[in-house]
């Protein structure tokens, strides 16, 4: 028995007295939150039609030179699986869908007005310039965007 005392003490004296759980008065240090603060919303791009909203953020943000071979792709090859596109870039098998996911996210506040979810999806991330068809696994540049985005790829 003595010696389990003594090894108590020992482990004591090495570690030092434990810390005494927070008391419920005490305020609890908050956690910071994993998701940016939400942008203030803009009441005209919430109102603006999909093709205002992608006309105004690639005008805001112009395309750089990864973004605009990863929509280039997308428009020489429409119907085409995103390993086949990310090939067609020269990339590892997932690069094409990184970089449309990183090129939308970039103009969130133009694509996405309103508040980004925390819960949304890279499926409807790149579906805003995207259009996927799940049963051949492809992709094909968003109705009515494609004129838009031929337009951004020239600009950049």
Request: hydrophobic share 40%; proline share 12%; glycine share 6%.
């Amino acid at each position: 028995m003595s010696q389990l005392i003594d090894r108590a003490g020992a482990f004591a004296r090495f570690f030092g007295k434990p810390k005494a759980p927070p008391q419920p008065d005490m305020p609890v240090p908050a956690h910071p939150s994993p998701h940016r603060p939400a942008a203030p919303v803009d009441c005209a791009a919430v109102a603006a039609s999909p093709k205002q909203r992608v006309r105004k953020a690639f005008t805001e943000i112009p395309l750089n030179p990864r973004e605009k071979q990863a929509i280039q792709a997308l428009l020489e090859a429409p119907g085409s699986t995103a390993p086949e596109l990310s090939a067609a870039c020269g990339w590892m098998p997932t690069g094409w869908r990184t970089q449309m996911l990183l090129l939308c996210q970039r103009r969130r506040r133009h694509l996405w007005p309103g508040e980004m979810r925390s819960n949304i999806t890279n499926g409807i991330i790149i579906s805003s310039l995207a259009e996927y068809d799940a049963d051949s696994l492809q992709f094909h540049p968003r109705k009515g965007l494609e004129r838009l985005l031929r337009g951004a790829v020239a600009a950049a």
